[in-house]
């Protein structure tokens, strides 16, 4: 049975996660070594500090982003950002031909990586924008003039361009061309860094909401990096190389992984708001309170709210008028709220949101737990004629909805509604053949009371029992999974009302098509007084959504119609 399995004596594992420490903490080493041996040689120890500083800024940033987005690709550029302005050090080798080759030649490479980064921010990935494509051809030309720069300098070119002079020729050498190499790389240079400062403010003037919110640290920090690498260009083209140039370009290099670190502390103050949206809409907002709540937590005053109607069934707005999902386009994005198969509703946003999926998913939590809430507020509400007959004091609630709602009303259609009429007449009928009475019931769910738990058991597995035989249309199959739990709510002139009518509705959602779940409440009701039917085998501690405590859950079998259910549909405890 499910819950039953327990792992015992694992081997600890390294975390997925140590990887980048390890890689940034080696690059990390060899920028202090390559300080060390700059300060003992007295060999230009301010451009040996800022490639230093710049490399350990890249390193560390691109960390950061891998430990808390492992999928990301943003931080392992950055990772590669920040070796590869490690490797011109490599120029102070001047012992070593080979080395000081690769090192003067690929000196500024990175710069083009840094580019790519700047036009690519959030996601990384080339696209067809403008931008996009900026980007890569930023890294495509660059490495081919590098290459080209690498494959035809002399010794005497390296000597005058890095400043130091090799104690040999160049041996990747194939090409005497002269300066053409060099001209060109700086020539691009000086067309590259002013472009890429133009896109990246154009970027943000494009952009709008929360686009902006996003874009701002990253893109500020790329005009800036980009301003500092013209700057030095052509310093360097009228006055010669310059220590202090240099070193400054690259200091300003640091603000982008800055930025980044800002962008992330940004996203988990948001993170953190979540809460706050639960709580200011209340126990039972409006939809359009909920959806207003949505766009304070992403900052993004377009964003809307759709709510799914199984009486539709399909999706309508926050006023309660149908309406059609809008297409993914550059311009939205859905993010779906679901509660396992059963769509709940759906948030419209700007796309570039999806690169915060964080808080993205905390928010569609939060706004599930809030419909669902409000949901249960409303559905518990009793007719005014049947408050005088429902159950008081102690009462055993018994929770059911249907596996794959979505699957069968696709599949049924306009037939669906029928599946629905014939589900609650039956479970009407063991309701009442128990002793028990129908609170409410809304789309596939149901929710009843009984007097006692023993009651409460006999009709979830009588329930059980009859979807099984029952004849349902197209011969589908129809499961549900129910929940029981066992508390003293409290009833008002509009129904139960109290944490016991949660807590019902969370253990009947976590389970399976077919299982009964029970509350620790539930089980302990039952008690010596559950019939010889029924066997009852524990599943363990589960966190459950909205119930700060974890919860011990049980299943109710009935020995003859014993299967297995996978593992339930919550966290372990």
Do not use: K
């Amino acid at each position: 049975m499910a819950g039953e399995a327990r792992a015992l004596g694992s081997a600890p594992r390294t975390r997925p996660g140590d990887g980048p420490l390890v890689v940034a903490g080696i690059g990390l080493v060899a920028a202090a070594v390559y300080v060390g041996v700059a300060l003992a040689t007295a060999r230009a120890p301010l451009v040996a500090g800022a490639i230093s500083v710049q490399a350990a800024a890249y390193l560390i940033g691109g960390a950061i982003v891998l430990r808390r987005r492992p999928a990301h690709r943003f931080g392992a550029v950055l990772l590669v950002a920040g070796y590869l302005s490690l490797v011109n050090a490599l120029l102070r080798v001047e012992s070593i031909p080979a080395l000081l080759a690769i090192g003067a030649s690929y000196q500024g490479f990175h710069e083009a990586v840094l580019g790519y980064l700047i036009l690519t921010f959030p996601s990384a990935r080339p696209s067809r924008s403008l931008p996009s494509l900026v980007a890569v051809g930023l890294v495509v030309g660059f490495g081919m003039l590098t290459t080209f720069r690498l494959l035809s300098a002399d010794p005497d070119l390296l000597c005058i361009v890095s400043g130091w002079c090799a104690t040999g020729p160049n041996p990747f050498r194939v090409w005497d061309v002269g300066w053409l190499a060099f001209d060109l790389t700086d020539a691009a240079t000086r067309i590259a860094a002013p472009v890429v400062a133009v896109v990246a403010v154009g970027r943000y003037v494009s952009a709008h909401g929360a686009a902006r919110r996003v874009l701002l640290p990253v893109l500020a920090a790329g005009t800036i990096m980009a301003l500092t690498v013209l700057a030095n260009s052509l310093i360097a083209a009228v006055a010669g190389p310059s220590e202090v140039a240099f070193a400054l370009s690259r200091l300003g290099q640091i603000l982008l992984p800055l930025a980044l670190v800002i962008g992330f502390l940004r996203s988990r103050m948001a993170r953190a708001g979540v809460v706050d949206l639960v709580l200011a809409v209340g126990p039972a907002p409006s939809p359009a309170d909920v959806e207003v709540g949505i766009r304070r937590v992403l900052h993004d005053q377009s964003a809307r709210l759709f709510l799914w109607s199984s009486s539709l069934p399909g999706y309508v707005d926050v006023a309660d008028r149908p309406a059609t999902l809008p297409a993914e386009t550059g311009r939205r994005q859905l993010t779906l709220v679901t509660d396992g198969a059963r769509p709940i509703a759906a948030i419209a946003h700007d796309p570039i949101l999806a690169e915060e999926s964080g808080l993205l998913s905390a928010v569609a939590a939060a706004v599930r737990i809030v419909l669902q809430n409000r949901s249960l507020a409303t559905s518990v509400r009793a007719q005014q004629q049947d408050l005088a007959r429902l159950p008081r004091g102690e009462v055993t609630f018994l929770y059911a909805d249907v596996e794959g709602s979505t699957s069968l009303l696709h599949r049924l259609a306009d037939r669906y509604v029928d599946l629905i009429g014939d589900l609650r007449r039956l479970l009407r009928e063991i309701t009442a053949r128990n002793g028990g009475m129908e609170v409410d019931s809304r789309a596939d769910e149901f929710f009843a009371a009984f007097p006692d738990a023993p009651s409460a058991a006999v009709a979830a597995l009588e329930a059980q029992d009859a979807l099984r035989v029952h004849s349902w249309p197209d011969r589908v199959t129809v499961r549900i999974r129910i929940g029981l739990h066992t508390g003293r709510p409290r009833l008002t002139d509009e129904g139960y009302v109290g944490v016991d009518v949660h807590l019902a509705a969370r253990v009947g959602s976590v389970g399976h098509g077919g299982q009964v779940v029970l509350s620790a409440a539930a089980r302990e009701a039952l008690g010596t007084r559950a019939p010889d039917r029924f066997a009852v085998i524990d599943l363990g501690a589960y966190r459950l959504r909205g119930i700060p405590d974890a919860q011990m859950l049980a299943q109710l079998v009935d020995p003859g119609n014993d299967r297995a259910f996978p593992p339930l549909r919550a966290e372990p405890s």
